[in-house]
């Protein structure tokens, strides 16, 4: 073999090594990126959301509000999940629930409930308000003070332990029928003397606000100032209740560990405060 040949077959060899050596070592990158990024490694993990299917006067589902949403976004993103959510009436999602068909969001704990669920951390809290016709008097200032009242409730929630036992005690209950808006017109129509609902917002006036005003249009059948301002709130809440993600003991506890993990850390950075009203506080 002459000088060139060999000249030639050694370069050769050379690019081969160099190739050999790039090629390894951009195996060896991407095991490492696949390794450290779970996204890549594994396929994302879908999660099953079970909440209350809430109704407009045209049996729509009425969508999630922007804060709900982002927090919903943010959990997926923190904990690497996608979620599915499944939306249902309150009883048959709590039912689903307690029988391992996903995570309960906005369950309040109670005794009983602590018997067929775990909580997660608290998201947020809830003040639980009358809702009155503007032009009768309703007197509130402690729980016994319900006695006797007829008073709108959506079947199988829960207002807290205190309320709890009072309405199921000595209050007449008149359950919400399939939508909201049905039962603030049976408020209208005097078949009860009020009428609860949830809101993160501290005062009546907000609540009101946030809540009910925008019902005002079901008076078109008053007469007088009530045509125009037909539902007022009670001053004071008549409880506050917190607020968590429920699931049935044994169902996923792994991702319940992380649900948990990425609340405190919400909870710790301001995310919270962020994107509720009145956030879970510690």
């Known amino acids: 073999m002459d000088i060139t040949a060999r000249h030639y077959y050694k370069i050769r060899d050379g690019l081969k090594s160099q190739s050999t050596i790039m090629f390894t070592s951009v195996i060896t990158l991407l095991a490492l990126v696949i390794l450290t990024s779970p996204a890549l490694g594994q396929e994302t993990q879908t999660i099953t959301i079970l909440t209350n ?39 048959q999602a709590l039912f689903l629930a307690k029988n391992g068909h996903g995570f309960l969001y906005g369950a309040s704990i109670t005794k009983k409930r602590a018997l067929s669920f775990k909580f997660s ?21 402690k729980l016994e003070d319900l006695t006797g009242k007829t008073i709108g409730v959506m079947r199988d929630a829960s207002y807290g332990e205190e309320l709890d036992k009072i309405l199921n005690d000595r209050v007449i209950l008149a359950y919400e029928f399939h939508d909201f808006e049905s039962s603030l017109q049976e408020l209208l129509k005097k078949r009860e003397d009020g009428h609860l609902i949830y809101s993160q917002m501290k005062t009546a006036d907000a609540a009101l606000d946030s809540r009910i005003r925008q019902y005002g249009r079901l008076a078109n059948l008053e007469t007088g100032s009530m045509k125009t301002n037909p539902f007022c709130i009670v001053p004071k809440p008549a409880a506050v209740i917190s607020n968590h993600f429920a699931v049935a003991p044994g169902y996923n506890d792994a991702y319940l560990n992380r649900l948990n993990s990425a609340l405190v850390k919400a909870r710790a950075s301001g995310e919270l405060n962020h994107l509720f009203v009145n956030p879970a506080t510690k």
Do not use: A, G, M
Request: hydrophobic letters at 30%; glycine letters at 0%.
């Open 53 to 91: 299917r809430n109704l407009d006067s045209t049996d729509k589902v009425i969508p999630f509000n922007k804060e709900t949403t982002e927090f919903f976004q943010y959990l997926e993103k923190e904990t690497n999940v996608h979620f599915e959510f499944k939306r249902y009436p309150w009883k």
């Open 121 to 141: 951390e608290p998201i947020y809290y809830d003040y639980v308000w009358i809702v009155k016709r503007c032009d009768t008097k309703f007197v509130f200032d």
